[in-house]
């Protein structure tokens, strides 16, 4: 088995070093701001929007709110907002069927 040991951290390359120049630029308070590329521009994704009668736009259901723009452009789907963590419940006890009793 081969030993293992501790890397020091690799230089960041160009592009990397772009994105964590970009994370670090100042924000407002509170401004949503992409963990992964930095970007700060959302998408929010309406699915099933038609103009009704009156010649408006109807707006249909969001099917997916606060993605990274940029992010999405490359393929990859980054929600600026995490949703809170959920309770993960116990599994209930799966019940037994009563024995029969001689
Ligand atoms: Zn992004």
């Given at each position: 088995m081969p030993e293992l040991r501790i890397v020091p951290p690799a230089e960041p390359d160009a592009k990397q070093a772009a994105i964590e120049r970009v994370k670090a630029m100042k924000r407002a308070p509170g401004m949503l701001q992409c963990s992964k590329c930095g970007g700060r521009d959302t998408m929010t994704v309406v699915t099933g929007s038609y103009i009704g009668q009156d010649g408006k736009i109807?707006?249909?259901?969001?099917?997916?709110?606060?993605?990274?723009?940029?992010?999405?452009?490359?393929?990859?789907?980054?929600?600026?907002?995490?949703?809170?963590p959920k309770l993960v419940k116990e599994p209930k006890p799966r019940r037994t069927k009563p024995k029969a009793v001689k």
């Open positions: 109807k707006r249909g259901t969001v099917t997916a709110d606060k993605v990274c723009y940029h992010c999405d452009k490359r393929g990859i789907l980054s929600f600026m907002v995490q949703d809170p």
